[in-house]
């Protein structure tokens, strides 16, 4: 018989207290490994998004930024216009490498998702969207056949949920005018592929909007000119402009303030744990307050007991922290679709990622609060004299 | 001296609490030689608990000196004193004081957890078989009568092959016949293994059935017996 034995013997004799305690460390740490998982898989997930966007800056009109960035990245680029003029005006500027204008529009679908409504993203494009789009590709069909035809192309998801495919006719919820579907084109795990796009020119005449966009997506030959680009362009009063950099950094410090507060959220949770364990522990140092009396005299030194009771609060820790990477690993899904329901921009891909690193990381960190809220019990039951503890049994 | 097992010089006790002080014992003499099989009697209150615990490391003297198997305790670290506890002292007391959640086999074993390194410690097996428990092994304390616990407690305090079996009102607890069956097995190990026995009791006749009675009485020691055999 081992110290292991005796310490699991003793833990197994309250076994729902135990069970209680083990599952207070299990969520602590099943908190702990979501929310490391997410600081990990979010950033990585708005990373990637970004970069599949293509360009490096957007022009759009005066607004508010968070706004703006926020429609931006679903594919809105604001719906505040900005003149075509000001698209003429800047392409000729020596730091742009790539120039493309947008025109988004949304439009109320109350078909959509079953009968339930929706919008729908409505993107107008020329052909200079192309080349600032390297991941995007026609996949089935052709490009427009002319500059304002009543024709779209669908990105995948939108094809996939309307089940539509090449030369099939659709059209726009209020607008009635049938479009033919000319191509679709591939998945790009981001906003874009729910997005119906139009030439520009018939965006703006279907819309009333002729002579607008919502935004220039614009890729510089140096990004490090930014700034002297920002400057040129600050004349002009209507516009501002973003860059995705910016973007992102404007995402990441709305998320990192909601990030404190689950952070401080877990950080509760681990510390309640760990009084909890205490608690037990203390608790069934002091009911076996005899029993430890009895241990001294039979000739167990203040270290034995001391390792015995360190032992008990460590195999709850353990068992907690196997429990609790279990429901992070396998309820990491539940917690993903509420993330995503909580964010103001939930990007692509996964949000909760979960690695073997994260796990052994958050497994030895609760080990070493095992450790360390173990000391304190185990130094009491330690410190008790024999004689003392087999008077009081009397 | 070779041959003893515990010199008392002058030892003193006194409990002292908020409101008195309790003199325990009161500078008393007393020399068990190894491989005797001695009696401490005497009224509640004379004193024999406080002198078995102090030969047995569970209390410390307050003046005096106490020589056990050679070592003055007063003079050795907490650290130290649990240690001889475990290797030369075996302790058998009157609520016999088991583990309820270990069954009779593992409350034998449990001080083979803590002594680590033993050179020469008994099989708990061949202890209990001996104390007459061998078909009792995997019972729990609560499914095991007085007498069965006590001999439980008994083949605890042999496995780490003590020098000095200690034992405080062992028979407190049990009727007239286990209490006998006790002390015909303290009688058996002391002749067979030569091992020192002391035993505090109020039982006047059990206490006649061992070698020499120390009669203590409010700390002093009334009368020194040695019976003729």
Known sequence: ?????????????????????????????????????????????????????????????????????????????????????????????PDIDKITPLLAQLAYDPEKMEGKGGFTNYLGIEESY????????????????????????LGYEAAESEQKSVGDKISIPGKDIVFTIVGIFNRTGSQEDGTVFLPLKTTQRIFDTEGKLTGIGIKLKQIEKISEFEDRLYPIASIQVISMSQVKGTILNLV??????????????????????????????????????????????????????????????TLGGIFGSMIAFFGGNLVELLVRNVMPYAPGGRLLLITPELLLFSFLGVIIVGIISGLYPAFKAASMRPIEVIRSGE | MKDSAISANKLKKIYSSAFEKII????????????????????????????????GYLDRPTSGRLDILGGNSIEL?????????????????????????LNALENVQLPLIFAKKFKNNINPETLLKRVGLDHRLTHFPNELSGGELQRVAVARALVNNPEILLADEPTGNLDTKNAQGLFDLFRELNKEEGLTIVVATHNNRLGHSTDRIIHLKDGKIEQDERLVK
Do not use: H
């Open chain 1, 130 to 153: 192309m080349p600032l789009k390297p991941n995007v590709e026609i996949i089935e069909g052709k490009w427009f056949s002319g500059n304002d035809v009543n024709e779209v192309i």
């Open chain 1, 1 to 93: 018989m081992k110290f292991f034995i005796l310490a699991y013997k003793n833990l197994k004799r309250r076994k729902s207290r135990s069970f209680l305690t083990i599952g207070g460390v299990a969520v602590a740490v099943a908190v702990l490994v979501c929310l490391l998982g997410f600081n990990a898989g979010y950033q990585g997930a708005l990373t990637s998004d970004i970069d599949k966007m293509g360009y490096q800056v957007v022009v759009t009109a005066k607004g508010c930024p968070y706004e703006a960035a926020t429609m931006i990245l679903n594919g809105e680029a604001g719906l505040k216009f900005i003149d075509e003029d000001i698209y003429k005006q800047i392409t000729s500027d």
């Open chain 1, 256 to 317: 990192n303030s909601a990030k404190i507060l689950i952070m401080s959220v877990a950080f509760i949770a681990i510390f309640v744990a760990i009084i909890g364990v205490i608690n037990t522990i203390l608790m069934s140092v002091f009911e076996r307050t005899q029993e430890i009396g009895i241990m001294k005299a039979i000739g167990a030194s203040r270290l034995d007991i001391f390792q015995l009771i360190w032992m008990e609060t460590l195999i709850v820790c």
């Open chain 2, 77 to 101: 670290n907490e650290g130290r004193l649990s240690r001889i506890r475990i290797d030369k002292i075996g302790f058998v007391f009157e609520d016999f004081f088991l583990i309820s959640s």
């Open chain 2, 24 to 55: 325990a014992l009161k500078e008393i003499d007393i020399e068990i030689k190894k491989g005797e099989f001695v009696t401490i009697m005497g009224p509640s209150g004379a004193g024999k608990t406080t002198f078995l615990n102090l030969v």
